[in-house]
């Protein structure tokens, strides 16, 4: 989990290792990366809040920096209103869920 002041808050390198991921510590890492153990998903989390969300390219450079994982990837991007959802929908890239950050705002 990273923001836009610290990339890695919390960075658990070796759970990461164990899913064949290895970060580039330069490359541009998604707010929230989480491991969905029961479901054998790596989520990549965009959290639209002053920058925008997964779009194709960012979809594209996300695909690219979690090439060498073992588990498949969903791309997520999150948003904190309707009213922002609204705004970016044109831009959000095919093959990314959509949520809100109800549980991270609290």
Request: hydrophobic fraction near 45%.
């Amino acid at each position: 989990m990273g923001d836009t002041d610290e990339k890695f808050i919390v960075y658990d390198r070796e759970g990461l290792a164990e899913l064949d991921v290895v970060i580039d510590q330069h490359g541009k890492m998604p707010d929230i990366v989480v491991h969905h153990a029961a479901k054998g998903w790596l989520l990549l989390i965009e959290a639209v809040t002053s920058h925008g969300p997964v779009n194709p390219k960012r979809h594209h450079d996300l695909r690219q920096l979690f090439a060498s994982s073992t588990v498949p990837l969903v791309f997520v991007t999150a948003f904190l209103t309707r009213k922002a959802t609204a705004r970016f929908l044109g831009e959000i890239s095919w093959e990314t869920e959509v949520g809100a950050l109800t549980l991270l705002s609290t």
